[in-house]
């Protein structure tokens, strides 16, 4: 039977994403070897080690939960009112923070790299539509909005026909996927591949160029919109939760292990000649990103499906929060690293710390309240916000806002 009903944990897990986002952008004027709109002098080693593991699933969770996202927002709609949704409140953000958002960004990007104007003088530049970064026109960290959007265009008939009568017959034979830890082979197309194609087509970010990592995120999203849309998978996840940690848990510290020593691909100490086991090496990463996703999920699942009183203004803010983040960070951290005598961990604490801050302030005093900034951050009219619930009985619920 289908589930229309809110699954609050989903809700939870997106707000703890996003607080997982704001960690790692923090991070990354800190961690060493990653290029980064504005960077420290001095970096840490260490600090980039929780990075990469943040990385290794913190956008495939998103992604995940996104696919259930779309599956709630296809109820009680047709292809086209969906699609026209999505226009609202993808592309409206998504237009708005290129324009408005991005610049400020790499204004103070251009200061690090000599620029003497002001951001009146700046500006103009970006309506020369030229791509960052030889020019000012850029999504930057709205690449996942851009990639959101894309999907739910691409794939909102086969949503639509996925929630229809017209799939129970497929949704039957999905629930078979239940039984035991078969679930778990929705994983396999992902890690092919991303294991086959990876190191050929590098992540950009940027779309054009980036035909590995567009498609390996929308496996998560495909995969999270066919867990929801049969629930036996969801209950199968919660049921195999420590399987999937455990799957997670010791690929990481397999990965670990190997790179620590330089065991790997093209050091030294790679003990290999045949390619396969360089491909092998490459499958960790996916394998890693879908254990920890899976697990979360289940987990997720079996202990945060509840409500709180706070749980409502929480999904409101997520979503704009996601937007002006990063703006906040490359703003803060330009003044930050030009401190002296301050460690590495002060300036991280103070860059999350205020970030925060600012970005939760400036939506709740100047985005929240008013319905045109409401628009245009991609937000719901007040009227139709509604109170978290806990989901009962044949009480069909739209889930909260899209995730970002």
């Not at 991005?102 to 951001?119: A, C, D, S």
């Not at 851009?146 to 629930?175: G, Q």
Request: glycine letters at 4%; charged letters at 15%.
């Amino acid at each position: 039977m289908e589930t229309t009903q809110r699954q609050t944990y989903l809700d939870w897990l997106r707000i703890l994403s996003i607080l997982g986002v704001l960690f790692f952008h923090s991070a990354m004027p800190y961690v060493a070897e990653e290029s980064w709109h504005i960077k420290n002098h001095e970096t840490s080693n260490l600090m980039m080690e929780s990075n990469l593991f943040l990385h290794l699933f913190r956008m495939p969770l998103l992604f995940f939960i996104s696919g259930t996202v779309s599956y709630y927002m296809m109820q009680r709609r047709s292809t086209l009112s969906f699609i026209g949704l999505r226009f609202r409140r993808l592309f409206i953000p998504l237009l708005v923070g290129m324009l408005f958002i991005v610049p400020p960004q790499i204004y103070m990007e251009r200061l690090t790299q000599g620029y003497k104007g002001n951001f009146l003088d700046f500006y103009p530049s970006v309506f020369k539509f030229v791509p960052y970064p030889k020019g000012s026109f850029s999504w930057h960290h709205l690449w996942f909005i851009t990639y959101l959007f894309i999907y739910d265009l691409i794939f909102a008939p086969l949503f639509a026909w996925l929630i229809s009568p017209k799939s129970t017959t497929f949704k039957t034979r999905l629930a078979a996927l239940a039984k035991g830890k078969w679930v778990y082979m929705l994983m396999i197309p992902g890690i092919i591949w991303y294991t086959l194609l990876s190191q050929a087509l590098p992540e950009t970010n940027d779309l054009i160029h980036d035909g590995c990592y567009f498609v390996y995120w929308l496996f998560f999203l495909l995969v999270g919109f066919i867990c929801i849309l049969q629930p036996a998978l969801m209950d199968s996840l919660e049921r195999n939760r420590r399987f999937a940690l455990t799957i997670g848990f010791l690929t990481f510290m397999l990965m670990d292990y190997l790179r620590w020593n330089k065991i790997e691909p093209g050091h030294e100490h790679w003990p290999f000649q045949q390619e396969v086991f360089s491909y092998a090496f490459t499958a960790l990463r996916p394998v890693i990103a879908w254990g920890w996703v899976l697990a979360l999920v289940g987990y997720g699942k079996h202990y945060l499906n509840r409500t709180h009183k706070v749980l409502n203004y929480l999904n409101q803010a997520v979503y704009p929060f996601y937007i002006l983040h990063q703006t906040v960070i490359v703003v803060v951290v330009y003044y930050i690293v030009q401190t002296q005598n301050e460690s590495i961990l002060s300036k991280y604490i103070y860059t999350v710390g205020i970030t925060f801050f600012v970005t939760v302030l400036t939506y709740h005093l100047l985005i929240r309240p008013y319905a045109f900034t409401r628009f245009l951050f991609g937000m719901k009219p007040k009227s139709e916000v509604k109170p978290v619930k806990a989901a009962e009985p044949e009480n069909v619920q739209e889930m909260a806002l899209v995730s970002a």
